[in-house]
């Protein structure tokens, strides 16, 4: 009789890597089906203050006038007005799918746009915004990516719609594209007032 305990146990043993595995298989299977956008990850900071981001200016950078584009000051509750603060790379193939978008956002008064440059090269990310263009009013640099754990990013490009009190209202993870744009970012811009 105690042969056939240690048996029950090993035939019980040997199904579990079996049900795990048709558990996972059935997470994946629900997560394509189900039509989830993961672009639409939700952020626990959706409400809460933006973090205090302080980055230095990336060098050598111009705006339309000439004059130097500065560094990234953002702290809570600053009455800083809105900004549409966007992750970027210049390594980022998507960041460059979405920069016609930015662009053509930097025509906005109601906002203004602010990139974090994460974990670039600054002669490399300063290439990028002039084969592009540059669409930012202020640029901080972070090459080591360490403000960007405050932020929540999973990945660039992120873009992040604050309110003039400082409050993150909109995320976006991935690429700006014209239904995100549509769909997303304008309707947030609408309901953070003038």
């Keep these: ?100 978008a930015l662009m053509a ?6 906002f203004e746009i602010v990139g974090i440059n994460y974990k670039d090269k600054p002669d490399n990310a300063l290439g990028f915004l002039r084969e592009l263009g540059n669409p930012f009013d202020a640029v901080g640099t972070d090459e080591a990516g360490r403000s960007t754990i405050d932020w929540g990013v999973y990945g660039v490009p992120e873009t992040f719609l604050v309110g003039a009190d400082g409050t993150i209202l909109w995320k976006q993870t991935g690429p700006l594209t014209p239904e995100a744009v549509e769909g997303g970012f304008l309707p947030a811009l609408a309901k953070a007032g003038p």
């Design 105 to 110: 956002l930097s025509a906005d008064p109601r």
């Design 1 to 100: 009789m105690s042969d056939a305990k240690p048996v029950r146990r090993r035939s019980w043993l040997t199904l579990l890597p079996v049900g795990i595995f048709t558990l996972l298989a059935g997470l994946f299977l629900y997560q394509l089906v189900s039509g989830h956008d993961p672009q639409t990850l939700p952020s626990v900071l959706i409400g809460k203050p933006a973090p205090a981001t302080q980055l230095p200016a990336l060098a050598g950078l111009k705006d339309r006038a000439g004059v130097p584009v500065p560094g990234i000051d953002i702290r809570p509750g600053d009455g800083g007005g809105v900004k549409l603060v966007n992750v970027f790379a210049s390594w980022c193939v998507p960041c460059r799918q979405e920069h016609l």
